[in-house]
């Protein structure tokens, strides 16, 4: 048996001096023999209960989450390979050319356009092999993360299958054409194509983790059967210093999660220099998920070095891996076999020996793991066949493997973008592709006959497994949605009481999951704040989900709304992870695309934990075409009163109003959220529109009135005449709970200035800024054409006087509309931090109260010279407001 104990020590970081070596030598012996004589799952089982007797006993365990620099799996543990891998080299070498021709050709053209080849380069095999024997296609198949800087890559294989043309591979980057390819995995912009954004950093391992969560959802549900399909994650090691790639590892392991695959590209570097020069990244990696629970699979040496193993009897190979750190990994990659026989093999005469019979050709040809399918195909077959645990595979690969000393290994491969004709030959050379000299120089892309033996075996294995991918669907079934009338009925008993509006949203909730068309594809989730919501009634109504049921009686058993968990329950409580949960979100929200399976899920959270915290996974949600409610509770600077400065909201909605695709509303009463959520249904689960809804709804109680007859447009539209007089020389704009305000000062202006004031509830500051937008594109371009009106100067066109925008966010929001209000306009809005104190102190120190209100609209009408200055000067008095106050946003 090859001794292993020092190299153990030495990723251990502890070397312990042995003062019974004898003793020692039996114990192995002894542990050799009992893995001969009745196998390695009984050795697993002693082990195990040694080290709880260690435990027991308080002795102190070293870690024991990392294994030797090698593979996981052994020469002998190996499945026979199924495919053919002359014929799948040669294809896996078009592919390789394609990819780097479309980067290096888009940036001779046009340098500024950017692009990667190194990251492909090394990622190349690991692709090639899930194509050709795993990746399985369709709605019931597998899903698929992509790696976003190998993008090219998966181009060049789409090119290959025909499913991709030259002219779009040949517009890599250039996409206002309308022929080109997006940069990096995106939906939004290839929606036939990509199924999931994963362009920035850290945000496809947690939403691929999430997914593999939600299908499991699904099945536990009996919405759809999704036993056997995969998710697949390939990530970067430079990126799992994203908090965002671990965040997901604990709730994989613990709910079992063995549908999901990371495959982890170690070429240890990331785009500046080595993800760990000092240090091992795939030690580190395999410490974090086997300590978390995962199973883990390391393919670090290519089948090449499989002779030099076995050659191998004294354990100086793993010596000397184990004290090379990555940044001389790194360097290794980048020299040539003389560089390595020298610098890594010559160290010990031992080792020496080992590689004696190789030239240094031979030694340069040794692969490391990620590029030897052979190796990356026994690590496939074992993940997608393990149970009861997520698998991560970390391979170890060279980055820009191939390019030679223009970039394999390179500190600027990741920036490398062109190539030179000498270094373009290497390549062509390097992989035995079928390409004169002048078309290499031209980087003419190269596609096989149709009938060639190559073009005829890749579409036979895609075939094999039903498909092509990436692939996206646009659609899926349209589901019926309730009317606005039924909505409304929904809602009817708020009437004439006091609710907050997050009262109204929960009980239309609980009432739209007893629907018999979507109350099953309904998805409440929340991040432990659903008691802060009001909405434990749920708790009991449809359960919370959990895979393994409910192991436990609750201490509130005896209670009517007692805190019930099952395998089929409907809620999401995600725990305290904001990017936990709106992952859950993406996955549902998604679902229309990846399962054929329309959901429809409510995302209910503290708002200023919303777009300001999870902002990132807000636009991948954009990107994504997903379809769902956002709600903001909790929301407004002043109108969550006492939480003070890290809780209030006074931001979410100018954030939201960026992302193109996110309709956004701020409602005040009960029946706006209504109409607005029934729309937002019509328009998701019926028309299938590619939009998600954001909607903030507060925690102040009041007095929830009945609709207007004929208001429903202006709800949708963005604004509507709540409080009209004859003759109203000013208009009031008010939106969520700061309408109420805004409806008081009308009174005071009314009842004590003598000013006839009209109000306008303002749902969505966003819709009527696009809709302004809209309408002044198109009168920009059609110059000669009738002027068109925006909805905002339709509605203010028979009006006359100075206009007062206020809301509990920014002033920014009310600002939104300023191109459209053509007359004076003052946005007034809750700018600073927030603090802790009454909604009536916070109102009035951000200047939004009624009293404040009505003196912008009194001060408005004197700059026009409609009144006298001096009944303004009056007016600070009579409503008791102090002028000698700091301005709030500098306080």
């Known amino acids: 048996m090859t001794d292993l104990s020092d190299s153990a020590s030495a990723f251990w970081r502890v070397i312990p001096a042995d003062p019974d070596p004898a003793e020692t030598r039996e114990w192995l012996d002894a542990f050799e023999s009992l893995v001969r004589q009745e196998g390695a799952e009984r050795a697993t089982f002693i082990l195990r209960k040694l ?26 543990g190996q499945p026979q390979y199924p495919g053919n891998l002359e014929i799948e080299q040669r294809l896996m070498a078009l592919v390789r050319w ?3 021709a479309m980067v290096v050709r888009a940036n001779r053209e046009h340098p500024e356009l950017g692009g990667h080849i190194a990251s492909y380069a090394s990622a190349a095999d690991l692709f090639e092999v899930g194509y050709n024997h795993f990746f399985r296609a369709g709605q019931d198949g597998d899903l698929v993360y992509f790696q976003p800087h190998s993008a090219p890559g998966v181009y060049a294989r789409a090119y290959l299958e025909g499913r991709l043309t030259e002219n779009h591979v040949a517009h890599f980057r250039r996409e206002t054409g309308r022929n080109g390819l997006s940069s990096y995995c995106h939906p939004y912009l290839m929606p036939d194509f990509w199924q999931f954004p994963t362009g920035s950093m850290g ?36 990126e799992m210093d994203e908090p965002e790639s671990l965040a997901g590892l604990s709730i994989a392991a613990r709910e079992g999660l063995d549908n999901l695959i990371f495959v982890v590209n170690c070429n240890l570097q990331r785009l500046d220099g080595p993800v760990r020069g000092n240090g091992s990244i795939v030690q580190e990696l395999e410490g974090l998920f086997g300590g978390a629970g995962w199973n883990v699979i390391k393919v670090l040496w290519g089948s090449d070095w499989d002779p030099l193993f076995a050659r191998d009897h004294d354990g100086v190979i793993l010596k000397r891996l184990h004290e090379t750190v990555d940044g001389e990994f790194q360097k290794y990659a980048a020299t040539d076999g003389r560089f390595n026989r020298e610098h890594f093999f010559n160290k010990y005469p031992e080792l020496q020996a080992i590689v004696d019979h190789l030239s240094d050709d031979d030694i340069d040809r040794l692969r490391r793991g990620g590029h030897d399918p052979v190796k990356i195909y026994a690590a496939y077959h074992a993940a997608v066949t393990h149970r009861g645990q997520p698998t991560v595979i970390l391979a170890q690969t060279k980055k820009g493997y191939g ?78 949605v309730p009317s606005v009338a039924a909505v409304g009925a929904m809602i009817e008993r708020s009437h004439g009481r006091e609710q907050s509006t997050t009262t109204v949203f929960v009980n239309l909730l609980s009432h739209l999951l007893r629907d018999p068309a979507i109350g099953k594809r309904i998805v409440p989730i929340v991040a432990d704040e659903a008691r802060t919501f009001g909405m434990q009634s749920l708790f009991r109504q449809v359960g919370i989900y959990s895979s393994v049921g409910q192991l436990y009686e609750p201490e509130d058993h005896d209670e009517l709304l007692y805190y019930r968990e099952a395998r089929d329950g409907q809620i999401l409580e995600e725990g305290i992870t904001e990017a936990g949960a709106v992952s859950s979100w993406l996955a549902a929200a998604t679902g229309y695309s990846a399962h054929g399976t329309p959901m429809l899920p409510f995302y209910v959270f503290y708002s200023m934990f919303g777009f300001q915290r999870i902002g990132d996974l807000a636009w991948q949600a954009g990107d994504s075409r997903s379809r769902g409610f956002l709600i903001g509770g909790t929301a407004g600077r002043t109108t969550l009163s006492g939480e003070g400065l890290q809780h209030q909201d006074g931001s979410s909605h100018l954030i939201a109003s960026t992302i193109p695709n996110c309709v956004a509303y701020d409602p005040c009463f009960g029946y706006e959220l209504g109409v607005i959520v029934q729309d937002g249904m019509r328009r998701m689960l019926e028309a299938q529109e590619d939009v998600f809804y954001y909607l903030t709804v507060s925690n102040e109680n009041y007095t929830q009135p009945a609709m207007p007859a004929g208001a429903e447009e202006g709800i949708r539209r963005g604004m509507y005449l709540v409080r009209e007089r004859a003759n109203a020389r000013v208009q009031l704009l008010g939106s969520g709970p700061i309408l109420r305000e805004a409806l008081a000062a009308a009174e005071l202006l009314e009842k004590d200035w003598g000013i006839p004031t009209n109000v306008w509830s303002v749902t969505s500051f966003t819709e009527l800024r696009r809709d302004g937008m809209s309408v002044a594109r198109w009168n920009r371009l059609n110059p000669i054409a009738e002027r068109r009106a925006s909805y905002v100067e339709q509605c203010l066109a028979p009006t006359t006087g100075p206009v007062i925008a206020a809301s509990d966010y920014v002033s920014s929001v009310a600002h939104l509309i300023r191109p459209w209000v053509a007359r004076r306009y003052v946005a007034l809005g809750a700018d600073g931090f927030g603090r802790s104190d009454t909604r009536a102190a916070l109102r009035r120190f951000f200047e939004i109260d009624r009293q404040h209100i009505a003196i912008a609209a009194l001060s408005a009408l004197a700059e026009e010279n409609a009144i006298e200055r001096a009944r303004v000067e009056s007016a600070f008095d009579a409503l008791g407001v102090e002028r000698q106050v700091p301005n709030p946003w500098d306080s």
């Open 98 to 100: 394609n990819a780097l």
């Open 403 to 480: 390019m030679g000393h223009w970039g394999q290994g390179r500190m600027t491969t990741h920036q490398q973008k062109k190539l030179d004709d000498e270094a373009l030959k290497e390549f062509r050379d390097r992989f035995a592709l079928p390409l004169s000299d002048a078309q290499v120089s031209e980087l003419e892309f190269h596609k096989p006959a149709p009938e060639s033996q190559e073009m005829r075996y890749l579409h036979a294995r895609r075939k094999a497994l039903g498909g092509y991918l990436p692939a996206r669907s646009s659609t899926g079934p349209a589901l019926p």
């Open 203 to 238: 945000l496809g391992p947690i939403t691929a983790v999430y997914q593999a969560r939600f299908m499991r959802y699904l099945d536990n549900r009996a919405i759809l059967p999704t036993a056997g399909r995969k998710v697949w994650a390939f990530v970067g090691d430079g």
């Open 51 to 76: 080290l709880d007797e260690a435990r027991i006993q308080r002795v102190k365990l070293p870690p024991v989450f990392n294994t030797p620099y090698c593979n996981t799996i052994p020469l002998a």
